[in-house]
């Protein structure tokens, strides 16, 4: 039996584990190892610790088909609409750049309940808080260590985490990577933001005309949303819940910073532009590092296979563009580097 170990439980890590349980016939003994607490990676939804049922998203928002994509990859659209994980974003967002034949979605749960409903597809072993730090060739096996427990053998490893993160792996990963591919890799680079999660009691108010906001004129704040009025959820045993990403200027200048001490100029920054608020009853701070890809690894589209026998291959948003499309496209290229050894 195949053993293939998925590093990320990110979009494209979780889909690529549920595509290639669905098309492989054989036994298969599929695990993904995620380095945080929980899966989602850029994808994540956070909840407030004193009400489960409020949360807010603290990376993608929503999610827009574009016209190219909408046709090419209608299946996976249909098949999040049909299980109700995705529906048409109907709430106003003020200062929303539209192109012609756009489509936006949001997800009423979340938007880690798409990597969720992958990961259940794909009947994998999910474990967390595995970060992995060297992978070494054994007996024509990929010996997988990680920060804490014993190293593991898997006959493919497919790496789906940021690429600077795939780069500080120490092993014999370092030397099968080749002078071209090295080069590839290290040209890809990311934005860096915040965002931050305030969840407020139930029963409170908030009053604005839109359920998602662009904001222009700030030097910190980028982008705010009331989360339940995006997902159109109101429900009288939970509060509002408001999420604001900052800018890439801001994020990189604050990157080295403690959390608490961006939490506190952002909130300083949302004080102008939403005076008055109610205090929240949680917060939640996110650093996002590795936001949004801002150069993608060239000449490699969805994936990069760094060996052969056994198969160690990289894909993600690196290798495309950040956003879901990005993502189906490179699950979609890692699984047809796949098919041929499973």
Known sequence: MARVLVVGAGLTGSLCAALLRKVT???LHLTVWDKA???????????????PQSTVDLGAQYITCTLPYAKKHQSFYDELLTHGILKPLTSPIEGMVM???????????????????????????????KCV????????????????????????????????QILQLQGDIVDLISKCQRQ?????SYSSRYALGLFYEAGTKIDVPWAGQYITSNPCIRFISMDNKKRNIASSEMGPSLVIHTTVPFGVAHLE???????????QQLENILPGLPQPVAT???????????NAAANSPGQMTLHLKPLLVCGGDGFTHSNFDGCIASALCVLEALKNHI
């Open 133 to 164: 730090t060297q992978i070494n060739l054994r007996n024509a096996k990929w010996e997988v260590s990680k920060e804490t427990g014993s190293p593991e053998q898997f006959d493919i490893v497919v790496l789906t985490m940021p690429v600077p």
């Open 284 to 294: 939640k701070c996110q650093k996002w590092r590795y936001s949004q890809v801002t």
């Open 99 to 129: 192109k012609e034949g756009d489509c936006n979605f949001v997800a009423p749960q979340g938007v880690s309940s798409i990597i969720k409903h992958y990961l259940k597809e794909s009947g994998a072993d999910i474990c967390f808080r």
């Open 25 to 27: 016939a054989g036994p």
């Open 257 to 267: 910073h403690s959390t608490k001490d961006v939490q506190e100029l952002i909130v």
């Open 184 to 188: 590839q890799l290290e040209s890809v």
């Open 37 to 51: 607490g929980d899966s989602g990676g850029r994808m994540t939804t956070a909840s407030s610790p004193h009400n």
